[in-house]
């Protein structure tokens, strides 16, 4: 199946500026791309979502600017994180087929899933069904024998989480008590695929389920599969279903039922968060039996974990490492489904990226309502050209204390983000000018609001494991 950018520009605008954005799409449409480029610049700058989407297709299709992948994509990243659900599906395309950005099939379905979420029909329809297809398709290639477990929740805790990918930023489907047995469908060092007992529950609307004598079907082609009962957070899209696809229905509330997970939806959970068994026993097979009617129980009696809600917004404000000592730094995570990074303490400043929810980072800093903060898998910056060098090993710095900025200038508005050391290595993007934007993985910083991150009370052994799992 063919997948499309969504090359077909907003022709409303989604702010308050509807006259000048009515002109932008006029110039537009005659082919004068040059005059919508500086309209939509000028109302992409004050803050109309519609317009920086909208750059985004002049900079990918080159009308009336050069052809620049990057400037389109930094422009889907400003209309995604403002809730365009077309930018959110072009970011997963870009993602999905490696044009431009890091090719991840998991980036690819959580921003498919995110565009679902608002309507978007292509993604949820055609997007999600061919990336979780594949999802599927690669996690069955990777069955090893079955391997049985428990739950080994981390130290002084009594829940691990469950995710609807191998990573932390996917969302999470659930939390399953310490001690609960398991099938581990395939594992590594790091992640395990597996089958929790009454396996795995969603959420779907009554409105796209008949129910006849012969049981219950989907009537619907890509109907969203939910975490919980709804269509707000926490309730994320997991996955999806075909037309005429069967549904067994365990529970309901309002207008929405719960069924077994459609094939597509696998559970993850991080593999030292097990504890395996040479084979399967009577105590095992004593504890499965149990624990598969306790869950369908807890499930009727209290669809949407309330446990699991409280453990996403906790937010406390002191913290030590396991050991005891004060790290130079506060562990967290991203509480909500996107969260900006950007150069400075205020809205206006340059974005640098976007992380999904769960994402772990480090709090460098905090003035007034924004964090200073790390991440794991570093940031874009601008390096000026003579400070950079390349050999048969890659990019590097070539001189000391070199300022990474935020944009390729010096004026006040490109905030210093770090400074790199001699022989520092970084990644190449692109080059403007006498500058070059690179990947920087450390001594590089950003600013996010403090809102959408949830601080942890101490650097626990799991957020540790997260952040290296992160950089990997």
Known sequence: ????????????????????????????????????????????????????????????????????????????????????????????????????????????????????????????????????????????????????????????????????????????????????????????????????????????????????????????????????????????????????????????????????????????????NLMFIESKDEKWQQRWDESFNERLAAYAEQPINEKLISSINITTTKQITDNGNTPPFRAAIVQTKIAEVLGMHNKNSPLLKLLTMGTPIRVIDEKDLWAKIEVPTGLYVWIFGEYLSEDNNGWYINTDYVRARSEPSTESTSSVLGVLEKDAKVIFISRQGEWIRVKARESVFGWTPIEQITILERVTSEWKKSWSEAQL
């Not at 719960?258 to 991080?270: F, G, L, N, T, Y």
Request: aromatic content about 8%.
């Open 1 to 272: 199946m063919k997948l499309l950018f969504t090359l077909i520009i907003f022709t409303l605008s989604l702010s308050s500026s509807a006259d000048d954005f009515s002109d932008a799409v006029a110039n537009y449409v005659d082919g004068n791309y040059e005059t919508a480029y500086q309209l939509w610049q000028s109302l992409a700058e004050a803050g109309d979502a519609g317009a920086m989407f909208n750059l985004g297709i002049l900079f990918w299709e080159g009308k009336g600017v050069p052809r620049d992948r990057n400037s389109a994509i930094d422009w889907w990243q400003q209309a995604a994180a403002r809730n365009v659900s077309a930018a959110q599906y072009n970011l997963s395309l870009v993602h999905y087929l490696g044009e431009g950005a890091e090719q991840s099939l998991d980036q690819a379905i959580a921003l498919a899933r995110l565009a679902a979420e608002q309507g978007h029909d292509y993604a949820s329809k055609r997007m999600l069904p061919v990336l979780e297809d594949k999802l599927s398709r690669e996690a069955l290639t990777q069955i090893d024998e079955i391997r049985f477990a428990y739950i080994d929740a981390a130290k002084d805790e009594e829940l691990a989480t469950i995710y609807a990918g191998s990573n932390t930023a996917a969302p999470i489907l659930g939390l399953l008590q310490a001690e609960t047995p398991i099938r581990a469908i395939s594992n590594d060092s790091l992640w395990s695929r597996i089958e929790p007992p009454g396996g795995i529950l969603v959420w779907v609307s009554s409105r796209y389920v008949d129910i006849n004598d012969e049981g219950a079907t989907i009537n619907g082609t890509g109907v969203r599969a939910r975490i919980a009962p709804g269509t707000d957070q926490p309730s994320s899209v997991v996955g999806t279903f075909e037309a005429g696809d069967r549904v067994e229905i365990v529970g309901s509330r309002d207008d929405w039922k719960q069924v077994r997970a459609p094939k597509s939806v696998s559970a993850w959970i991080p593999t030292r």
